[in-house]
């Protein structure tokens, strides 16, 4: 883990954006039984976090990604992050919607992305991958070449690394699962015991709590 893996993690946990309560788990919307929940817009609400995170973006990108021509945020968690950048960066900003509108011009993405924009999606958060990847589909459909992806944080599923895979697609995170549950202990927010059962969560989200 990096120095600025393990600031970042400690800034999520900081901020509460991400909640670790293995005795009293959260349901996600998905219907999985989790000890863990993140919310990463909630650092929005902290500037010094904010700005950390946003510097730390714009560095992640230029290192991984060269100079991008646009930067696209996925709705909604990521739109205030991705504008943060693109203004930091002096780029053109759009967002992609979950879905298309069902009104008007029925718009999927909201903002220009032209054929041929060199673009960098911004996100705050992926799980399984499968909304973070039908932002990169709307994008590619715009005829626009998608760099990478760069999050604030993921889980590690493997699903997910198995679909960025196939797609094509390169995701580079802030900071990560392991290094989230190492800086909790560190910092004495978990146990030994708490750790272990966030381990055992990660290796079976769906039937985690369900043996």
């Not at 990096?2 to 959260?26: C, M, N, W, Y």
């Not at 599923?157 to 990560?176: K, N, P, R, Y």
């Amino acid at each position: 883990m990096t120095d600025t893996a393990r600031t970042v993690a400690g800034h999520l946990l900081q901020s509460k954006a991400i909640i670790l309560e293995p005795s009293k788990p959260f349901t996600w919307a998905s219907g999985w039984i989790s000890p863990v929940y993140c919310d990463n817009r909630i650092t929005l609400s902290y500037p010094r976090i904010r700005d950390y995170i946003r510097d730390t973006f714009v560095d992640t990108i230029l290192r991984e990604f060269g100079e991008p021509g646009l930067i696209a945020g996925v709705a909604t968690g990521a739109i205030a992050q991705g504008a943060l950048v693109a203004d930091r960066m002096g780029l053109p900003f759009a967002y992609v919607r979950p879905s298309a509108k069902d009104h008007g011009r029925q718009n999927l993405v909201e903002g220009r992305i032209t054929p041929g924009d060199r673009v960098v999606v911004v996100e705050d958060l992926v799980s399984t991958g499968g909304s973070s990847l039908r932002a990169v589909g709307a994008i590619r459909e715009l005829g626009a070449r998608v760099l990478g992806m760069a999050a604030i944080f993921s889980y590690g599923f493997g699903t997910a690394a198995e679909q960025f895979d196939e797609a094509g697609v390169e995701l580079v995170t802030l900071t990560d699962y392991e290094t989230m549950v190492g800086m909790a202990i560190e910092t004495g927010y978990i146990t030994g015991k708490e750790a272990e059962i966030l381990q055992q969560w990660r290796k079976d989200p769906a039937g985690w709590n369900k043996k």
